[in-house]
Protein backbone atom coordinates (compact mmCIF):
# COMPACT_ATOMS: atom_id res chain seq x y z
CA UNK A 1 0.00 0.00 0.00
CA UNK A 2 1.42 3.13 -1.00
CA UNK A 3 1.60 6.04 2.15
CA UNK A 4 -0.36 8.46 0.92
CA UNK A 5 -3.07 7.55 -1.88
CA UNK A 6 -5.45 9.57 -4.01
CA UNK A 7 -7.29 8.89 -7.03
CA UNK A 8 -5.71 11.26 -9.68
CA UNK A 9 -9.09 12.27 -11.51
CA UNK A 10 -9.96 13.89 -13.54
CA UNK A 11 -13.21 15.13 -11.58
CA UNK A 12 -15.15 16.88 -14.13
CA UNK A 13 -18.13 18.60 -12.51
CA UNK A 14 -20.57 21.35 -13.28
CA UNK A 15 -20.80 24.59 -11.75
CA UNK A 16 -22.78 24.16 -8.53
CA UNK A 17 -22.04 20.75 -8.04
CA UNK A 18 -21.13 18.66 -4.87
CA UNK A 19 -17.80 17.34 -5.35
CA UNK A 20 -15.97 14.67 -2.94
CA UNK A 21 -12.78 13.12 -3.15
CA UNK A 22 -11.02 10.66 -0.90
CA UNK A 23 -7.46 9.69 0.62
CA UNK A 24 -5.75 6.63 2.37
CA UNK A 25 -2.74 6.32 4.17
CA UNK A 26 -1.18 3.53 5.12
CA UNK A 27 0.71 4.42 8.39
CA UNK A 28 -1.60 4.42 10.86
CA UNK A 29 0.93 6.27 13.58
CA UNK A 30 -0.03 9.23 11.49
CA UNK A 31 -0.98 11.92 13.70
CA UNK A 32 -1.57 15.12 11.57
CA UNK A 33 -3.66 15.71 8.25
CA UNK A 34 -4.01 18.52 5.45
CA UNK A 35 -5.91 19.23 2.85
CA UNK A 36 -3.25 21.45 0.14
CA UNK A 37 -4.44 23.04 -3.46
CA UNK A 38 -2.24 23.70 -5.69
CA UNK A 39 -2.96 25.26 -9.18
CA UNK A 40 -1.31 24.40 -12.30
CA UNK A 41 2.39 25.61 -12.38
CA UNK A 42 2.30 27.04 -9.05
CA UNK A 43 3.32 26.14 -5.16
CA UNK A 44 0.97 24.14 -2.99
CA UNK A 45 -1.35 26.20 -0.85
CA UNK A 46 -2.89 25.05 2.66
CA UNK A 47 -6.23 24.83 2.11
CA UNK A 48 -7.14 22.89 5.28
CA UNK A 49 -6.22 21.38 8.67
CA UNK A 50 -7.88 17.72 9.21
CA UNK A 51 -9.77 17.36 13.14
CA UNK A 52 -10.11 14.21 14.31
CA UNK A 53 -13.76 15.43 14.61
CA UNK A 54 -14.39 16.74 11.52
CA UNK A 55 -13.73 20.22 10.54
CA UNK A 56 -15.77 22.65 7.92
CA UNK A 57 -14.92 26.08 6.07
CA UNK A 58 -17.32 27.66 4.42
CA UNK A 59 -17.87 25.16 1.33
CA UNK A 60 -15.34 22.92 2.05
CA UNK A 61 -15.90 20.14 4.67
CA UNK A 62 -13.04 17.83 5.66
CA UNK A 63 -13.13 14.20 7.91
CA UNK A 64 -10.78 11.88 9.12
CA UNK A 65 -11.34 8.33 9.61
CA UNK A 66 -8.85 6.69 11.53
CA UNK A 67 -10.16 3.26 11.87
CA UNK A 68 -9.85 2.98 8.16
CA UNK A 69 -7.27 5.48 7.95
CA UNK A 70 -8.72 7.69 4.98
CA UNK A 71 -9.63 11.38 5.01
CA UNK A 72 -11.88 12.82 2.82
CA UNK A 73 -12.80 16.45 1.04
CA UNK A 74 -16.30 17.87 0.19
CA UNK A 75 -16.82 20.92 -1.59
CA UNK A 76 -20.58 21.86 -2.07
CA UNK A 77 -21.97 24.49 -4.34
CA UNK A 78 -19.03 24.06 -6.29
CA UNK A 79 -17.43 27.00 -8.20
CA UNK A 80 -15.02 27.61 -11.53
CA UNK A 81 -11.77 29.24 -9.17
CA UNK A 82 -12.22 25.51 -7.45
CA UNK A 83 -10.62 23.96 -10.54
CA UNK A 84 -7.39 23.01 -8.96
CA UNK A 85 -5.51 19.99 -7.40
CA UNK A 86 -6.23 18.93 -4.32
CA UNK A 87 -3.42 16.87 -2.39
CA UNK A 88 -3.64 14.77 0.59
CA UNK A 89 -1.04 15.36 3.18
CA UNK A 90 0.21 13.30 6.10
CA UNK A 91 2.63 13.53 8.50
CA UNK A 92 5.04 10.50 9.65
CA UNK A 93 7.67 10.25 12.32
CA UNK A 94 10.67 10.88 10.81
CA UNK A 95 13.39 9.77 13.66
CA UNK A 96 14.42 11.58 16.87
CA UNK A 97 11.00 13.27 17.45
CA UNK A 98 11.08 14.67 14.46
CA UNK A 99 7.94 14.50 12.02
CA UNK A 100 8.06 15.17 8.15
CA UNK A 101 4.87 15.25 5.70
CA UNK A 102 4.29 12.51 2.73
CA UNK A 103 2.21 14.31 0.31
CA UNK A 104 -0.35 12.11 -2.29
CA UNK A 105 0.06 12.80 -5.58
CA UNK A 106 -3.23 15.14 -6.03
CA UNK A 107 -6.88 14.70 -7.37
CA UNK A 108 -7.31 17.13 -10.36
CA UNK A 109 -11.05 18.61 -10.16
CA UNK A 110 -12.04 20.89 -13.09
CA UNK A 111 -15.02 22.78 -12.58
CA UNK A 112 -17.37 23.29 -15.77
CA UNK A 113 -19.56 26.02 -16.62
CA UNK B 1 5.14 41.68 3.09
CA UNK B 2 6.02 38.40 4.85
CA UNK B 3 6.47 35.31 2.70
CA UNK B 4 9.30 32.80 0.86
CA UNK B 5 10.57 33.84 -2.19
CA UNK B 6 12.71 31.76 -4.76
CA UNK B 7 14.58 32.76 -7.71
CA UNK B 8 15.01 32.30 -9.99
CA UNK B 9 11.58 31.60 -11.75
CA UNK B 10 13.23 29.10 -14.01
CA UNK B 11 16.65 27.95 -14.12
CA UNK B 12 18.89 25.99 -17.07
CA UNK B 13 21.48 23.79 -16.46
CA UNK B 14 23.84 22.41 -19.14
CA UNK B 15 25.41 18.78 -18.67
CA UNK B 16 27.85 18.72 -15.86
CA UNK B 17 27.21 22.06 -14.56
CA UNK B 18 26.25 22.18 -10.37
CA UNK B 19 23.55 25.46 -10.34
CA UNK B 20 22.09 27.08 -7.27
CA UNK B 21 18.67 27.38 -6.10
CA UNK B 22 17.69 30.28 -3.64
CA UNK B 23 15.40 30.30 -0.96
CA UNK B 24 14.50 33.26 1.44
CA UNK B 25 11.66 33.84 4.29
CA UNK B 26 11.25 36.50 6.07
CA UNK B 27 8.69 34.75 8.14
CA UNK B 28 11.00 34.23 11.20
CA UNK B 29 10.72 30.25 10.89
CA UNK B 30 13.12 27.78 12.35
CA UNK B 31 12.38 25.23 9.72
CA UNK B 32 12.65 25.28 6.09
CA UNK B 33 12.49 22.62 3.68
CA UNK B 34 13.24 21.47 -0.61
CA UNK B 35 10.94 19.80 -2.14
CA UNK B 36 11.15 18.32 -5.68
CA UNK B 37 8.21 17.38 -7.64
CA UNK B 38 8.21 15.69 -10.87
CA UNK B 39 5.02 15.76 -13.48
CA UNK B 40 2.53 13.46 -11.98
CA UNK B 41 3.95 12.71 -8.99
CA UNK B 42 4.15 13.81 -5.49
CA UNK B 43 6.14 16.41 -3.56
CA UNK B 44 9.52 14.28 -2.39
CA UNK B 45 11.81 15.70 0.38
CA UNK B 46 15.12 17.04 -0.69
CA UNK B 47 16.71 17.86 2.23
CA UNK B 48 15.15 20.33 5.47
CA UNK B 49 16.64 22.17 8.11
CA UNK B 50 15.41 22.52 11.60
CA UNK B 51 17.53 25.38 12.77
CA UNK B 52 20.64 27.88 11.84
CA UNK B 53 23.65 25.66 10.95
CA UNK B 54 21.84 22.08 10.88
CA UNK B 55 20.22 20.42 7.75
CA UNK B 56 18.89 16.45 7.31
CA UNK B 57 18.88 14.32 4.35
CA UNK B 58 15.48 13.83 3.19
CA UNK B 59 13.91 10.86 1.19
CA UNK B 60 16.28 12.40 -2.27
CA UNK B 61 18.71 13.77 -1.22
CA UNK B 62 21.37 12.14 -3.84
CA UNK B 63 22.89 14.55 -5.84
CA UNK B 64 22.15 17.74 -3.89
CA UNK B 65 23.48 19.76 -1.41
CA UNK B 66 22.72 22.97 1.13
CA UNK B 67 23.69 24.83 3.90
CA UNK B 68 22.03 27.01 6.44
CA UNK B 69 24.02 29.61 7.27
CA UNK B 70 21.55 32.44 8.45
CA UNK B 71 18.25 31.51 9.25
CA UNK B 72 16.35 33.46 6.67
CA UNK B 73 18.32 31.74 4.13
CA UNK B 74 18.28 27.50 2.64
CA UNK B 75 19.91 27.64 -1.16
CA UNK B 76 20.20 24.35 -2.53
CA UNK B 77 22.45 23.24 -4.72
CA UNK B 78 22.13 20.74 -7.85
CA UNK B 79 25.23 19.11 -8.28
CA UNK B 80 26.36 17.34 -11.62
CA UNK B 81 25.78 13.99 -9.87
CA UNK B 82 21.74 14.21 -10.09
CA UNK B 83 21.37 13.02 -13.19
CA UNK B 84 17.89 13.78 -13.58
CA UNK B 85 17.44 17.54 -12.66
CA UNK B 86 14.71 18.53 -14.45
CA UNK B 87 11.93 19.32 -12.28
CA UNK B 88 9.85 21.97 -10.28
CA UNK B 89 11.90 22.88 -6.77
CA UNK B 90 9.91 24.10 -4.40
CA UNK B 91 11.16 25.27 -0.81
CA UNK B 92 8.67 25.40 2.18
CA UNK B 93 9.30 27.18 5.82
CA UNK B 94 7.49 26.31 9.33
CA UNK B 95 7.56 27.82 12.41
CA UNK B 96 9.56 25.06 14.64
CA UNK B 97 9.86 21.99 12.22
CA UNK B 98 9.20 18.65 12.85
CA UNK B 99 5.85 19.19 15.00
CA UNK B 100 3.09 17.02 14.86
CA UNK B 101 0.36 19.49 13.68
CA UNK B 102 2.50 22.24 11.92
CA UNK B 103 1.73 23.58 8.68
CA UNK B 104 4.21 24.26 5.83
CA UNK B 105 4.07 27.30 3.66
CA UNK B 106 5.72 27.52 0.14
CA UNK B 107 7.71 29.57 -1.64
CA UNK B 108 6.53 30.21 -5.50
CA UNK B 109 9.04 27.67 -6.94
CA UNK B 110 11.97 27.17 -9.41
CA UNK B 111 11.31 25.48 -12.66
CA UNK B 112 14.79 23.47 -13.27
CA UNK B 113 15.68 22.68 -17.26
CA UNK B 114 18.89 20.57 -18.59
CA UNK B 115 20.42 21.91 -21.83
Known amino acids: RKEVEQDPGPFNVPEGATVAFNCTYSNSASQSFFWYRQDCRKEPKLLMS???SGNEDGRFTAQLNRASQYISLLIRDSKLSDSATYLC??????????????FGKGTKLSVIP | DGGITQSPKYLFRKEGQNVTLSCEQN?????MYWYRQDPGQGLRLIYYSQIVNDFQKGDIAEGYSVSREKKESFPLTVTSAQKNPTAFYLC??????????????FGPGTRLLVL
Open chain 1, 89 to 102: VVNRYSGAGSYQLT
Open chain 2, 27 to 31: LNHDA
Open chain 1, 50 to 52: VYS
Open chain 2, 92 to 105: ASSIRGGQTQETQY
